[in-house]
């Protein structure tokens, strides 16, 4: 009878218990919204979730209302400091303008003073000597997905080349022409220069100076400062070297120092001088006389490749402007590998007969026909765009003019088009006129719109139109019905073309399909052998874009185990050559860490640099130096040496924040109206940036296996034991040691 009252009453203290829990014990608002950014639940699902739980008299999550203060208070998006609306941009780089909504902030030093103050209120910000009492702020522009972005990051923020700490200034969801992005960052050419002058913000109440650099891929880089990019003659950005010395080194070393006699050393005098703010403005100013005196189109050799003025503001000094370590290391990595790739196939090729070799040439070719059937099909749908847009507005004119015209004045048309509606196909800055030779050839007559006529409008001026005749005199059209008839035959032929071009385009991708399967049945052993051990033993995958390239683990990954991939060469000098070059790129590789670099580790930099400057040209006479290994050799031990890292600076954070956006997206995926899907998405990455993570990570102390991995990306099998020190265990095969 006891023993049944006291497991009676265990039994009660149990259920008393997990009440308590389940009832009394509510989350704080806090940590409800960290729970729905990090699992990137919409509010909709959370709600389900709250539901679901409380039918279960499972009752811990705080109402609505407290969720939503909670998520405006993390939130930055008030009209007077953020700007959503619809911008006509370019969504593809061929299209025409349409409408795309945007966002963008208006107030830079308010935004940026507000955010280093709250990350300094949570504790994520951290202090080193070589900061100098400064804050080091990022700043560049990237495309990911289907959206261009103008983001920065605090370097002096912990993690700083996190994803959670790239905040977005500016972001539209179209394609990252020069066009759209001067319509966008527009607002900040006087923002960003007030900032750099002025001389502190308040950081705590602490003044500190605000150091801006610009960062991202090389592309994003020439684009805003107005350098036509690395094909151009002159294709650094911080020196002078022109793509003819890049393209002819003829085995001289391609490197800024030199050796003396005792072996130290010192400058190259013959070396390009190095750009400064004041060439960037004079080589601007002479342009913009160029052009405004109606010069011819500009060469890349003129004007030091600087053909436009710049999206982004010229800093103190070039040095502000950093190079993009991380694409560096994965352009060259591709590309070398693509030369071993080479190497392989041409010891293989020893061994194939003629028909063989013939496969091969087929294969380009049936790569340049499917290159040219695509270009063919884009421009087959632009042109019945642009007819349908046409029978729209001669439809609507017959109907009646629309508020939304493009042009208040007729044309001699049966049926203007542009005074009834204002299509995307044409330029909005101008409306191209054209003269029919046969009904204004008396007087100042006979003048119709080019778009009404069917005359493309780059093509308005050309002197093949003098000679034009309109379809008024043709007999084409007589009346508004026969102008609507003669534009839906037009629609209806452009249509059977396009339909045409998608055929010819899929025979054209299947063709190189079959003959593709066909190369590869011919690889040799040791392509093949390459293949294998790239896949099987290295766990390295090639991405299906890009080339083929490879993303930034990968590339550590063939560095880090370059000898495992190059034993299936034979020995010989090949095999040393390409073992010299990735075991120079992985000495440099390995000082791109995200700290501040010691004086000897700088050191290394500039040496190993140097050195590779010396010894690529000689083992590789034949190879070109393409511009990122220029960048390598040359700029970055100027910018490890003026300011003492490289990793700190680089573009990771910016390029992993796409992958942030593109899942946010999907999630707000079925909101219809675009600005209020952007305004979603930002909302939902500013959450995301303050929220903990801690709570999300694994319990050490539930650990029982190894989480060491070797060189070989191999994890050890061993378990965790107890060890005489508290709250740490031991691997007992590699003596590695966890904390909880």
Not at 95 to 118: D, G
Not at 344 to 358: I, K, M, S, Y
Not at 417 to 424: E, F, G, Q, R
Not at 583 to 611: H, M, N, P, Y
Request: charged share 25%.
């Amino acid at each position: 009878m006891y023993n049944n009252i006291l497991h009676l009453a265990h039994c009660m203290i149990i259920e008393m218990f997990l009440l308590y829990i389940f009832v009394y014990i509510e989350l704080t608002p806090q940590e409800v919204v960290d729970l729905k950014v990090l699992l990137r639940l919409p509010m909709a699902k959370l709600q389900d979730l709250r539901r679901f739980l409380a039918n279960h008299h499972i009752k811990f999550m705080p109402s609505d209302t407290r969720l939503y203060k909670e998520m405006r208070s993390r939130e930055c998006l008030s009209s007077d400091i953020v700007e959503i609306g619809i911008m006509s941009l370019q969504k593809s780089a061929h299209s025409v303008e349409s409408s795309v909504a945007f966002a963008r902030v208006k107030n830079l030093e308010e935004y940026i003073t507000r955010h280093v103050n709250l990350q300094f209120s949570l504790g994520k910000t951290w202090e080193h000597e070589k900061f100098n009492n400064e804050m080091w702020m990022k700043i560049g522009g990237d495309k990911g997905g289907t959206s261009t972005k103008l983001a920065y990051q605090l370097v002096n923020e912990v993690n700083a080349n996190s994803r959670d700490g790239t905040n977005i200034l500016a972001m539209f969801d179209a394609v990252d022409t020069g066009n759209n992005m001067k319509k966008v960052y527009d607002i900040y050419q006087d923002q960003l220069i007030d900032l750099q002058n002025k001389t502190e913000i308040l950081v705590n109440g602490q003044p500190k100076f605000l150091r801006t650099f610009y960062y991202g891929d090389y592309e994003a880089l020439c684009k805003s400062l107005g350098h036509m990019g690395p094909s151009s003659s002159f294709p650094c950005l911080w020196c002078n070297v022109t793509l003819h010395e890049l393209r002819n080194t003829n085995g001289i070393a391609h490197c800024p120092k030199t050796k003396n006699k005792d072996q130290a050393w010192v400058d190259n005098i013959n070396w390009p001088a190095r750009r400064t703010v004041a060439q960037y403005v004079q080589d601007l100013a002479d342009f913009e006389e160029h052009t405004r005196k109606g010069g011819r189109k500009v060469t890349g050799a003129s004007f030091h490749s600087i053909h436009g003025r710049p999206l982004l503001p010229l800093l103190t000094d070039v040095d502000h402007v950093i190079p993009p370590s991380l694409h560096i290391l994965l352009g060259l990595v591709v590309r070398y590998f693509k030369l071993l790739e080479l190497e392989c196939r041409n010891l293989d090729h020893g061994n194939l007969q003629q028909r063989d070799l013939e496969q091969f040439d087929k294969w380009q070719e049936a790569s340049e026909e499917a290159k040219i059937a695509e270009v063919k099909k884009v421009e087959a749908e632009q042109s019945l765009q642009q007819e349908e847009e046409l029978l729209k507005g001669m439809e609507k004119a017959k109907r009646g003019k629309s508020r939304t015209a493009m042009c208040s004045e007729a044309c001699n048309m049966p049926l203007c088009a542009l005074t009834a509606i204002k299509p995307d196909s044409v330029n909005a800055a101008s409306v191209q006129w054209i003269q029919c030779m046969e009904c204004g050839i008396d007087d100042d007559s006979g003048w119709f719109h080019a778009y009404c006529v069917g005359v493309a409008e780059e093509s308005a001026g050309h002197q093949d139109m003098d000679q034009f005749v309109c379809p008024v005199c043709k007999g084409d059209v007589s009346n508004p019905a026969d102008t609507v008839k003669m534009q839906q035959d037009r629609v209806i032929a452009s249509k059977t073309v396009v339909k045409n071009k998608l055929e010819a385009w899929n025979k054209a991708k299947k063709d190189l399909d079959k003959v593709y399967e066909e190369v590869c049945a011919l690889r040799g052993s040791f392509e093949k052998e390459l293949n294998r051990v790239l896949e099987d033993e290295m766990h390295v995958k090639r991405q299906a874009y890009h080339s083929q390239c490879f993303v930034g683990n990968h590339c550590k990954a063939i560095l880090d185990q370059k000898d495992t991939m190059l034993d299936v060469l034979p020995e010989g000098q090949v095999k040393i050559r390409f073992r010299g070059l990735f075991g120079r790129l992985k000495g440099i590789v390995d000082l791109f860490v995200g700290r501040f670099l010691s004086d000897a580790e700088v050191s290394e930099v500039c040496t190993r640099c140097w050195e590779l400057g010396h010894w690529f040209p000689k083992n590789f006479p034949d190879e070109t130096i393409p511009p990122k290994l220029h960048f390598l050799i040359c700029h970055i031990p100027e910018c490890a040496v003026r300011w003492r890292t490289i990793g700190l600076l680089s573009e990771h954070g910016l390029e992993s924040i796409h992958a942030d956006i593109n899942a946010i997206e999907r999630v707000y995926g079925t909101v219809r109206d675009s600005q209020q899907r952007m305004k979603l998405v930002l909302g939902n990455h500013q959450q995301k940036a303050t929220a903990n993570k801690s709570k999300l990570k694994a319990n050490n102390q539930n650990i029982r296996r190894c989480l060491q991995v070797d060189s070989q990306n191999r994890r050890c099998k061993g378990r965790y034991k107890l060890t005489n020190v508290k709250n740490v265990r031991e691997c007992g095969d590699c003596d590695h040691k966890i904390s909880f």
